[in-house]
């Protein structure tokens, strides 16, 4: 193979990392036609194809979502040694792009990224999205990781890497001062209207094996995917809800709300994904290897 042309590895980099093929045109300021031809060339000098149409989206093949792992190495590493000539230093800043669920605990998130707050020399980016759209982004190597509540398979020849952080007590919980008592569950919970994760979850599907197994029919008052929405319901309600204390953690430490009962064998599990072989920022790799060891705010 000739010696690769990097003007052409560059526009394929700006196609694989941006939204579309008329959004990377515009920023690179040329025509839709000259950018196809420039990866068109590109794939003639590498013998394969790095992208397939679906529709109207482009998606990287196999090879090209190997061939973007450089691509991001090397122009990441360019920018910064432009700003080493230009300005005599290397850059201070590092940035961390963490992207999360949109309906994950706001606690737990906070509790995640308070150690980056401190650092400095480091910058956070967030990132709330669904999951789909969120594992699309770490594809393109648009986030470095992406926080999530449910374990990440494997996707045709995506490899991600996935970590469990994080394992958070689920609890019955309720305003303060109601008459109940961890050892008479179900019974005397029985007058109470509850507050529920939705019926997708995992959390619920286990608060449901665990009252059937107990011949207990909570009656629902609501139900929710978003834990900030939980939050504020079990907060102005009323009613008893089931969720990860980590959840209202602020409201138990004020006393607006109370732990009545730690619900045995569930559990709320946080994963940390990334993309296999990806270069990590310093600082999140060294968060990612600790709370390997030691978990946040782990069952107790």
């Not at 990132?127 to 398979?153: I, M, P, Q, W």
Request: proline share 4%; net charge negative; with cysteine.
């Amino acid at each position: 193979m000739s010696r690769l042309n990097y003007r052409h590895l560059f526009y394929f980099w700006k196609v694989a990392t941006g939204d579309s093929l008329t959004a990377a045109a515009e920023s690179l300021h040329i025509s839709q036609s000259a950018l196809s031809t420039q990866i068109r060339q590109l794939e003639d000098q590498v013998g394969q194809s790095l992208f397939e149409r679906s529709g109207r989206r482009l998606l990287l093949t196999p090879t090209g979502r190997q061939v973007l792992q450089y691509a991001q190495e090397i122009f990441t590493r360019g920018e910064a040694l432009e700003a080493l000539l230009r300005d005599g230093v290397e850059p201070e800043v590092e940035t961390l792009r963490i992207g999360a669920l949109s309906t994950m605990s706001r606690n737990f998130l906070e509790a995640f990224v308070a150690p980056f707050l401190t650092m400095p020399g480091t910058r956070i980016s967030l990132h709330a999205n669904d999951s789909e759209d969120l594992l699309d982004a770490l594809g393109r190597y648009r986030l470095d990781v992406v926080l999530t509540t449910s374990a990440v398979s494997q996707s045709g020849d995506r490899r991600w890497q996935t970590q469990l952080i994080a394992r958070q007590p689920v609890s019955i919980i309720g305003p303060a001062g109601l008459d109940l008592h961890d050892e008479d569950f179900p019974d005397g919970f029985l007058q109470y209207r509850w507050l529920l994760p939705g019926p997708d979850t995992d959390i619920r599907a286990a608060f449901d094996a665990y009252c059937g197994s107990r011949h207990f029919e909570p009656d629902i008052q609501a139900e929710a995917n978003d834990m900030a929405m939980l939050r504020l319901l079990a907060r102005d309600s009323g009613a008893l809800a089931v969720l990860p204390r980590v959840v209202v953690r602020d409201e138990l430490d004020s006393g607006v709300l109370e732990e009545y009962r730690v619900l045995p064998m569930i559990d709320e599990h946080f994963y940390a994904v990334t993309a296999k072989g990806a270069r990590l920022p310093t600082a999140l790799a060294e968060r990612l290897a600790s709370l390997q060891e030691s978990g946040l705010d782990s069952r107790r």
